[in-house]
């Protein structure tokens, strides 16, 4: 794989891959431009051609030629390194195929194959082509989506594959074909079905959803009223995102993406020109979907059904994109409809829909807020529906705002909704709950003087010191993982810095890093008071010794 590796970055410089992309301007010795992957006004990234590496200052992504593949085009290491090895026709190494590796390459090939089946069978099929007309698509819609139809019979597209020549064996493990158990003979999963194909974020299929439409030769069809493909070694659910691989640009230019449950409700988005929307398939929202989101923007737009089982069913997606780090907005629908009534009703409803999109602990306070029968009963909800978000907030000075606006609207005393937050979070670690984290201004301030550190400047005592020992390893082992781009980082941020300039930056660093420190302390400090009110002489001292040092170090 090294070998693969090496070649292709010989063969390929960074500055030429990435100029397909982005335009680039000289800055010295380096090239600078605005950052693909979050909204900017200034330039921020860097490209490197003598270290062939890019580093984005203002959202901390970095790496080298095959990552800003993985980054820009949302694929994994190896799909990025086969397309930048055939780009510059490098033969990827046997190692890189591994004997599944061939295994997939058939399946791909066979869902391709179907997929195109599928295709030319709607063609034929003139109520399910009206039934899609009617619920708003297309036919240019339906043709660039690839619909399609699954016939009736038992065995069409059985039939078809093996006068294709594909074998049983990869015709059962993709999940198109079952064996039946009395017999032993292979048939069709899917049957009287209209057809949607779910593709990876490169865009090969990698399964099929199918709506029930019509009847199945009088014997009923598999599932219910949509029918997924199964997990095989190319489709987890859980991983599928519907029309991601179309969606990236658009989301990356709009800054947000838009999530919906259907594919029609997708499809109609799209066909509408909201193209920065991705829809779920036959799961709620997971980690692994976050992360490819993730890829392209750190806000999400939810539509969900207006009524409380509709937030209800929504609330772990949010809780999990908020403990993400998302900004999580929603779109409530009116009762009984979906995005994809709406649209064919009037596309502007849906646009001022989204418009008004308010983040989800805003919306949820301003609807309990005029909903609720009295003071108390606006307390139980809110401790309900809202504090499992609080606590799943990755950032303090959000979760103080919100704490401080419940407060307001409930008369309690930040101390006793602190409490019940922390009873949650303690409850949620014994069942197995996590509460993700998101990089805060302490963890950048250590990354920026740690890499001044490795660059050259003398910190290593000074960090030392302010850390103490224990923190201080443990963010030096957290850190020397990319150690490289950290150096490159602070090369090209403080290039030509002159040195009085230089150790005034790094003095300000220090101070802001003091100050955090401080803070934390003043956190643990406000908790104890709520658990330990007899102790409240003595911490309100302690507190107001740091709050005085704070306010020193800032004149």
Known sequence: MSSTVEQVKAKLNIVDFVSDYLKLEKAGTNWKARCPFHNEKTPSFFVSPARQTWHCFGCNRGGD????AEEIEGL???????????????PLESSHVRKDNTEKENLYRLLEVARDYYVEQLSDQIAAREYLISRGL???????FALGFAPAGWQSLTSFLSGRRFSEDIMLKSGLVLRSEKNGSIYDRFRSRIMFPLSDSAGRVVGFSGRI???DDGSGSVGGKYVNTPETILYHKSDILYAYDRAKLAIRRAGHCIVVEGQLDLLLSHQSGFLQTVAVS???????????IKRLTDKIVMAFDGDKAGLAAASRSISLALAAGFEVKL?????GHDPADIIVKDEKIWSDLLNGAKPVIDFLLDTMTTSAKDKLDLIHKIEQDVYPYLVSLPNAHDREYYLSRVSLLTQLSENIIREKLYSIKKMESKIGGKVATT???TDRILTQLFGLWWQGQDLKERLRNILGEKRFNETMAKLELKKNELVLTMELGYAGMASDKLEQEIQELFSNLQIDLWQEEIEKLRFKLSREPEQEDTILKELQKIYQKISDLKK
């Open 138 to 144: 297309k036919p240019e819609t339906m043709k660039s």
């Open 65 to 68: 030629l095959i990552s800003f």
């Open 331 to 335: 779109v409530a629908l009116p009762k």
């Open 213 to 215: 439409f019509g009847e």
């Open 439 to 441: 990089e805060t201004r």
């Open 282 to 292: 036959g799961t709620a929202l997971t980690n692994e979907h976050l992360t490819l």
């Open 76 to 90: 994994e290491f190896l799909p990025a390194l086969k397309m930048l090895a055939e780009r510059v026709g490098v």
